[in-house]
């Protein structure tokens, strides 16, 4: 709960106002796992909380570790429902990837997250539990909402924990810690900026729009040139950051082409392109570029002024790195 809400929810019991910020402290600087922890409440403030809520801490059911270091984590959200979080430590930082849905409505055509399908919006808190239920939560330097699902199609929830995360009531982050990712939806990109100070990532992989549309079938409904000229109307020139992601495919999107086409698609903002290598996945016919091709790839937009960089792969061997999270096999192991 945001701190309205504690406030809402002290008035309904009868306490005083200030408690309200008593409890966010006790839920999220001290990071209790009971309400009966929450000792400068008196025990009758505390019985009557009991009454209706909990803190609604839930740790994750399963964790799998990588040869390099990275851990996925299953959460559990519901009786037949799940998600996963991946926990990426890297020299002096450490990110965690958090899920906002369980599935995905977009339906990229290399992302297993869309092959499953959507099931459900996660609530505010089931987003927030994956990083306070983390075992490494006080590692944490970064998180990017990168994981399953489409953010700005939940972006109410989201944007009430991103309130918390960088609130002095909650965690007190910088927005600047924090990363939310996106395919681009009209209705909720807007929105996105001007209630938040977080960076953001495009999901762009096609500077052409017949080929992203037949990646990201989301480009039909919001197409990557209107929401260019949406971005041109925001300031991304000083510590927010404005990045799109670029996943290279073998003899799809790799040539001097195309190379030039961002160049063009991005010369009216101030972002940067991260280039992405492919992780295969089951029953999708693509393969990615290789390394030398993304070098090359890579330096041509740099030395043409587009800041451009190659994303470490990280978890590929636990299906941990970037289009590779489902929940789908979990499921149906459950209902088995």
């Not at 990588?66 to 959200?77: A, C």
């Not at 992302?111 to 306070?132: E, H, P, R, S, V």
């Not at 109410?156 to 007190?172: C, M, N």
């Not at 061997?317 to 970037?322: E, H």
Request: net charge neutral; hydrophobic share 40%; aromatic share 8%.
């Amino acid at each position: 709960m945001t701190l309205t809400e504690l406030q809402s929810v002290v008035k309904h019991i009868g306490m005083p106002s200030f408690t309200a910020k008593q409890i966010a402290s006790w839920l999220y600087v001290k990071k209790v796992e009971s309400i009966d922890d929450m000792t400068n409440l008196s025990l009758k403030f505390r019985a009557d909380l009991n009454e209706n809520y909990t803190v609604g801490l839930d740790a994750p059911i399963e964790s799998m570790p990588s040869i390099d270091g990275t851990i996925k984590y299953l959460y559990r959200v519901s009786e037949t429902q799940f998600v996963e979080s991946v926990y990426i430590p890297d020299n002096d930082r450490a990110t965690l990837c958090v899920s906002s849905q369980v599935g995905c409505k977009m339906n990229c055509k290399f992302c297993m997250t869309g092959k499953q399908g959507f099931t459900a919006n996660l609530t505010a808190n089931q987003i927030l539990n994956q990083i306070q239920a983390l075992p490494e939560r006080d590692k944490l330097t970064n998180i990017v909402l990168m994981g399953m699902g489409e953010p700005l199609d939940n972006l109410d929830e989201v944007l009430k924990v991103l309130e918390i995360l960088t609130s002095s009531y909650g965690y007190a982050w910088s927005p600047k810690r924090i990363t939310l990712s996106t395919v681009g939806l009209r209705k909720g990109l807007q929105r996105f900026i001007e209630e938040s100070d977080c960076h953001l990532a495009i999901s762009l992989h096609a500077p052409f729009k017949q080929l992203r549309q037949e990646l990201m079938p989301a480009e039909k409904a919001f197409p990557m040139t209107e929401m260019v000229d949406l971005l041109q109307n925001y300031d991304f020139s000083k510590q927010r950051r404005l990045s799109f992601e670029y996943i290279m495919f073998k003899g799809i999107n790799d040539s001097l082409a195309y190379a030039k086409e961002l160049l063009k698609l991005l010369r009216p903002l101030d972002c940067r392109v991260n280039l992405i290598r492919f992780h295969a996945i089951p029953g999708v016919n693509l393969e990615g570029a290789d390394i030398n091709t993304m070098t090359s790839f890579r330096d041509y937009l740099t030395s043409h002024g587009l800041h451009t960089t190659i994303r470490a792969s990280r978890g590929e061997d636990i299906f941990a790195a970037c289009g590779m999270l489902s929940t789908a096999k979990n499921a149906v192991d459950n209902n088995n």
